[in-house]
């Protein structure tokens, strides 16, 4: 782990002790850059080189149980929370900020966003074997790609959709054009001028005279259950044109024809991608360096919130896994491969998405890169 984090460590001291090396705009082009081009490429060379006909039902099933009750039930008790201070404080406006979506997705991909790949692969590999271990954690990296990081992307789209209509106002895609009435009745103010011909000379320039009219009236407003149709309706149609999604698509699509078929990937293309995704996790964790380097703490979002996301990383989400894979029927060594990658620290791309979308990065770059310093600065 020593080179990824001596990449977030370099990232935190450009911005930190480097005064001027990156300004906020590069800082957020560097994070730009692997949300649409690294990661993305990275996504399709993982999923397009997994075979999808190799899959262990059970284990995928429990690995689905698990997020969907933790989706579910966060999403609930956000719910609850919500109407809660609604009630107390009388104001739906005050309660706005704290959507409930918000702290859904942001719990969910604390619990359940694990970071398979870098971690899991090696650490797994050296417990049980590279035979027992690897193909299904590849497996579990495929169904987190192409199923729930749209899952979280989409939540991130609903949410950017609300927040553009003020948590409930009716949603547009794109900002609206003012536009010019020629009927006197839809006008507020009729200006008229007059030549400098018809007035006096002692007036320079024209004279104007204002007449106000009252303005037209204002447009009921549609039904709440529209509105959410019109809301869902837009961040679903924003989330096909995300990178991630239609790369995790592709690359399906690609492995189903492709070890169907026994059709190999041609070098030159393989090699084009590996050459963009290798800059994934490197620059993410550059960028999580200088992000935490802007912030007034080392530990942005709080000693309490971070010490409640590493509860929900590495207490709850290995329990219902558990739970999850004894349901299921997983005995043996693929059950405790299954509850040590949910114990795993979070995946750094979900920082990466939470910096792009602007939901709680602060909390999401703690999860990964705090989860043992935390502890070891409070010591000393």
């Known amino acids: 782990m020593a080179p990824l984090y001596t990449a977030a460590a370099l990232g935190y001291a450009s911005v930190r002790w480097r005064l001027g090396a990156f300004s906020d705009e590069q800082c957020a082009g ?162 008229v001028a007059e030549t400098t011909s018809t007035a006096p000379e002692s007036n320079a320039g024209a004279a104007m005279a204002v007449e106000e009219v009252p303005a037209a009236p204002a447009q009921p407003r549609p039904p709440p259950s529209v509105m959410m149709r019109h809301v869902v309706w837009t961040a679903g149609k924003k989330l096909l044109r995300i990178p991630n999604t239609y790369a995790s698509f592709l690359g399906l699509a690609w492995s189903l024809v492709a070890f169907k078929f026994g059709i190999k ?36 979002c709080g000693y309490g919130v971070a010490s409640l996301s590493m509860v929900l990383k590495f207490l709850v989400g290995p329990v219902v896994m558990l739970l999850a894979s004894i349901a299921i029927g997983l005995r043996g060594t693929i059950l405790r491969i299954a509850v040590i990658q949910a114990a795993l620290p979070l995946a750094v791309s979900s920082f990466v998405y939470a910096e792009e979308y602007k939901v709680h990065a602060d909390i999401m770059s703690t999860g990964f890169v705090h989860f043992d310093s935390t502890l070891t600065r409070e010591r000393v």
């Open 265 to 300: 990937m041609p070098k030159i293309v393989d090699d084009s991608l590996l050459a963009i995704s290798t800059t994934a996790v490197g620059l993410s964790m550059f960028a999580s360096g200088t992000f935490i380097a802007r912030q007034q703490r080392f530990v942005p």
């Open 30 to 191: 560097i994070n730009r850059f692997v949300a649409l081009y690294s990661m993305p490429a990275l996504i399709f060379r993982m999923v397009a080189t997994s075979d999808p006909y190799a899959m262990n039902g059970r284990f995928v099933a429990a690995d689905t149980l698990q997020k969907a009750a933790i989706l579910l039930s966060l999403y609930a008790l956000a719910l609850f929370a919500s109407r809660h201070r609604r009630r107390r404080d009388g104001s739906k406006k005050a309660v706005a900020a704290a959507s409930p979506v918000k702290w859904a997705v942001t719990g969910f991909s604390a619990a359940t966003m694990t970071s398979n790949i870098i971690m899991g692969v090696p650490l797994l590999t050296g417990m049980y074997g590279a035979e027992a271990s690897r193909g299904l954690v590849e497996q579990l990296v495929v169904m987190q790609v192409c199923v729930w990081y749209n899952v979280v992307l989409f939540a991130y789209e609903y949410i950017a959709a609300m927040d553009g209509c003020g948590g409930g106002a009716e949603v547009s895609p794109e900002p609206p054009v003012p536009v010019v009435a020629e009927t006197e009745s839809s006008m507020e103010v009729v200006v």
